[in-house]
């Protein structure tokens, strides 16, 4: 059974930064590929940013890129999210979830995810 847990999540003002982690495990972690998406109030699910299995695939959302980092740590099976100059419009609860493949891409709404962790970014 996939089992995926997020934290790391709070309140930060604009500029700050945060790391999201997200443990893993029921599944092979290092087989997969890993996806962050996130969810606004009021909003749809939106994809973030994806990693293949091995890391070596990473692929950002465009008003992410150059403030996210996504990555993993295959021996802990753990996935993180740094997040550096937050902005208002990263607020969300975000969540980490299993790709169907071992791409970076393979996601959809329907892919397993975890409880989620709020992010609020406010002055």
């Known amino acids: 059974q996939v089992q995926l847990v997020e934290s790391g999540g709070g309140l930060v003002q604009p500029g700050g930064s945060l790391r999201l982690s997200c443990a893993a495990s029921?599944?092979?972690?290092?087989?997969?590929?890993m996806t962050w998406v996130r969810q606004a109030p009021g909003k749809r699910l939106e994809w973030v940013s994806g990693?293949?299995?091995?890391?070596?695939?990473?692929n950002y959302l465009d008003s992410v890129k150059g403030r996210f980092t996504i990555s993993r740590d295959n021996a802990k099976n753990m996935l993180y999210l740094h997040m550096n100059t937050l902005k208002p419009e990263d607020t969300a609860v975000y969540y980490c979830?299993?790709?169907?493949?071992?791409?970076?891409?393979?996601?959809?709404?329907?892919?397993?995810r975890g409880q989620g962790t709020q992010v609020a970014v406010s002055s």
């Open positions: 990693i293949s299995n091995g890391g070596g695939t990473t």
């Open positions: 979830s299993k790709n169907w493949r071992s791409d970076s891409r393979s996601w959809n709404s329907n892919s397993p």
């Open positions: 029921g599944f092979m972690f290092s087989a997969y590929g």
